[in-house]
C-alpha cells in the first residue's frame, strides 16, 4: 500500500514539474514577441518624427523686376599690328672727348673700329723735370701713340701713312612689319532691363575689359651708313697688323700708353685730314625689338531682343553703341651688327605711353539655356567697330586696326 501511493505521489510531481517547464517556455516566446513588437513601434515611431522634422522644400517664386544680370568671360580675337620704322641706329654723341686735368678727363676720339686716346711720357724725359717715374700727358698736341685698329683694310694700301677710321649708323626700311601676338582673355559684366515682357524687348548697359599685347624681334636689313676719317702718322709710317691666324683673323694693334719722350715715336694725328659719309643701300643687319603693351575699357549701351525657342533655350540679340578708351605702352630696342666685327652699336631702350577714346558700335548674339527661371547659361560672340590705333616712339610707329574687333564669350545669366 505504501509502495503505491509513493508512486503515484511521484507521477504527480512530474506533471507539475513538466506544466511549470511548459509555462515558462511560453511565457519566453510571448516575452520575445512582445520585445519585438515594442521595438518595431519604436523605430517606425522614430523615423515618422524624423520624417516629420524634415524641412520641405520650396522652390523661388519667379522673377519680377523683369531685369536679368551677366557675367562673361570673353576671348580677345588677335586685332592686326604693324611696327614701321625700325632699323635706325643713329652716330654715337660722345666719340670724342678733350683733356682737361681739373676735372680729370683725358683726350680721346673714338671709332666704331679703333681709337686714338691719351698718351703719356715719364716726367724724367722732360726738360727741367727731376721725377722719375711720374706720368704726365704727353706735350705732344698734335698726335699720339696710344692709338688702335683692328682690320687691315683701314690701313691704306698705297700709302702705309694714313688710317681709316669708320663710325657706323643705319635707316629704317620704308617697310611694315606684322607684330606677334595671340588671343587675349577677358571679361564682361552687363545689366539688362526688360521694358516690354510681352515681346521681350530690353535695354542693355555693360562694361569689359580687356588686355593685348603684340611683340617683334628679328633681324632686319638696313641701309648702312658710314662715316670714314682719315688719320695720318707724323713720323715714319703705320705699323701694320702681320698675318693672321690659322682662322683667317688679325691681332689689334695697340700702341704705347706710356713712351720715352721723342719726335720719332709712332704717332697718328689728332685730327682727321679727310672725312667723308656714304649710303649702302640695304647692306646694314640690326637686330630690332619691338614691344607693344595695351589695355581696353569698354563701355556699351544699346537694346536687345530675347527670341525664346521653348521654355528653355533661345536666343538674344544685342546692338548699339561702343566707347573704347584704349592705353598703349610701346617699347622699342635696336641693335646695329658692326661690319667690322667688333662692338656692336645700340640705341638705347625708349618707351612711350599715350590713350585715347574711340566711339562705334556693336553687334552682340548668345544662344542661351535655361536651368530654372531665374539662372541661365549662354555663349556667343561680339563684333565691335572703331577705328585704327597710332603711336609713337621717336622715329618707330605702331597702328593696330580695331576697325572689326571679334569677341567670343560665355557665361551666367541671372534673372530677378
Known sequence: MALCLTGGKGLNGMHMTNFIRSDLVNLRKSSNRVSRLLLSAILLGAGASLWAQQPRYVPPPPPTKHTQFQLRLRYMLPPDVGFKGLGSVSFLDNYESSSNDFLGTERYVLYDDGFIAQDYNYAGEVEGSTTQNERIPSPNTDGST????SNPEQLNADDPTKLTYHRYASEAPDEVFEGSGSGAMGWEINYTKYINRKRNIGLQVGFAFDGYDSRFNETIGADLIVASFVHEAISGIIPDLGEPDDDGNYTSYLGDRVT???EDDDRISWLASEESI?????EGEVDAMADFRSSLYNFKAGPTYNMAFNKYAGLQLGAGVNAVYFTGRF???EILMNPTGSESLSNDLTTTEEAEWQVGGYLDA????NL???VSLFSGAQVQSGSSYTQYNEERQVDVDF????????GVGIKF
Open 403 to 410: 576697325s572689326t574687333q571679334v569677341f567670343v564669350h560665355a
Open 146 to 149: 696710344f692709338f688702335s685698329y
Open 331 to 333: 617699347s622699342a630696342y
Open 366 to 369: 548668345n544662344a542661351y539655356y
Open 260 to 262: 720715352e719722350f721723342s
Open 278 to 282: 656714304e649710303t649702302l643701300i640695304g
Open 372 to 374: 530654372n527661371e531665374r
